[in-house]
C-alpha cells in the first residue's frame, strides 16, 4: 500500500559529499514525521535525521553541521544532503515515514530498502 524508494547512495572519499532521496508511494492521506536512520555492519539501526510535516528538523549528534534533511510534501519527498562524509558514516541508509492511509484511522511506520553509502579514508 506504501512503498518508500531511496536512491543517491554510493562509494566517496572521505570529505566527499553525497544526497540520498526518498519518495514515497501508494494511497497517501498524510505523510506525517519523515527521515533517515542508518545501520553499520555489527551495530544497531541508529538515528541520522528527522524532519516534520511542517520542515523542523532533528539530527544526531555525530551529522549536525554536516548533514541537512529537506522534504517536498507536494512530491512526498525527503532528503538528505551529507557533507564533510567520514568513513564511520559508512552504513545502509533507510528511510522512514509515518503515513495515514485510507485504510486505517492511525498513521504507520514504514521504512524504505535501504541505501548503501560507503565512505573511503
Known amino acids: 500500500q506504501v512503498q518508500l524508494v531511496e536512491s543517491g547512495g554510493g562509494s566517496v572519499q572521505a570529505g566527499g559529499s553525497l544526497t540520498l532521496s526518498c519518495v514515497a508511494s501508494g494511497r497517501l492521506s498524510t505523510v506525517n514525521d519523515m527521515g533517515w536512520y542508518r545501520q553499520a555492519p555489527g551495530n544497531q539501526r541508529e538515528l541520522v535525521a528527522t524532519?516534520?510535516?511542517?520542515?523542523?528538523?532533528n539530527y544526531a549528534d555525530s551529522v549536525k553541521g554536516r548533514f541537512t534533511i529537506s522534504r517536498d510534501n507536494a512530491k512526498n519527498a525527503v532528503y538528505l544532503q551529507m557533507n564533510s562524509l567520514k568513513p564511520e558514516d559508512t552504513a545502509l541508509y533507510y528511510c522512514n515515514a509515518d503515513v495515514r492511509t485510507p485504510y486505517h484511522y492511525n498513521s504507520e511506520n514504514y521504512w524504505g530498502q535501504g541505501t548503501q553509502v560507503t565512505v573511503s579514508s
Open positions: 524532519i516534520t510535516s511542517s520542515g523542523i528538523p
